[in-house]
């Protein structure tokens, strides 16, 4: 079955660049996201990859998939404060219609 | 603004009761899915509907009921109300079906809190 992972926490320094992990198990998976929560607030899809591709770039996010391990990682350039948030990556399911599969989430503080 | 609404946004019962909670999909999304975000089983996926069928179920208990109208909006039914069913409940929408418009994305609502108490 599915199963996505993420480290819980990461603390970094206001400008300091962030890289949050995750590790997934399907090796169907076509689709894998990135989304971002805010406190009181529903999920906000940050950015996707196709499984086909290594890198995607959008603005000051970066993401990078590494297929053969099954490892995907978000990086977000010069944090800002505006950044805490929990944020998710997740798998889609290819046998059941687009359902998406989410990590545990990492909450990321950004200190001043 | 998701364009998926959810009602209501928060709501206290007791153990035991029924509750109904509410969601309209994004305008020309046919799939609607349901998901429980509690602090010790993160985000869980509930039940999808695509054009008023159930595609996909995942750990959603019998107490628990779904369906999709034609009109697209959907509802989950929770019943026989217990403490641990106190969570965070979300609907999303996607466009569903087959396509190049069809990158799965999920589109969220702002969630339904439930407390049981």
């Known amino acids: 079955g599915e199963d996505v992972e993420q480290s819980l926490f990461l603390s970094v320094r206001e400008g300091d660049s962030s890289v949050i992990n995750c590790t997934y198990t399907?090796?169907?998976?076509?689709?894998l996201y990135w989304y971002k929560q805010e406190p009181g607030a529903g999920l906000q899809l940050l950015t996707y990859i196709f499984s086909n591709m290594d890198m995607k770039q959008d603005q000051r996010l970066t993401v990078l998939l590494n297929k053969k391990d099954k490892h995907l990682s978000l990086r977000i350039a010069d944090t800002q404060t505006g950044d805490s948030a929990i944020y998710f990556c997740?798998?889609?399911?290819?046998?059941?219609?687009?359902?998406?599969?989410f990590g545990t989430g990492t909450q990321l503080k950004v200190e001043l | 603004d998701s364009g998926v609404t959810q009602t209501p946004k928060h709501l206290i019962t007791a153990t035991g009761q029924r509750v109904t909670l509410r969601c309209s999909p994004r305008?020309?999304?046919?799939?609607v899915y349901w998901y429980q975000q509690s602090l010790d089983q993160g985000l869980q996926f509930l039940i999808q509907y695509y054009n008023g069928e159930e595609r996909a179920k995942g750990n959603i208990l019998e107490r628990f009921s779904a369906q999709q109208f034609p009109d697209l909006h959907s509802e989950l039914n929770l019943s026989s109300l217990e403490l641990g069913d106190s969570a965070l409940y979300f609907c999303?929408?996607?466009?569903?079906?087959?396509?190049?418009?069809?990158?799965?994305?999920?589109?969220f609502g702002e969630g339904s809190r439930l407390t049981v108490l």
């Open positions: 999303a929408s996607s466009v569903g079906g087959r396509g190049e418009r069809n990158t799965g994305e999920l589109f």
């Open positions: 305008s020309g999304d046919l799939s």
């Open positions: 399907d090796s169907s998976s076509t689709y």
């Open positions: 997740a798998e889609s399911y290819q046998g059941g219609g687009n359902k998406l599969t």
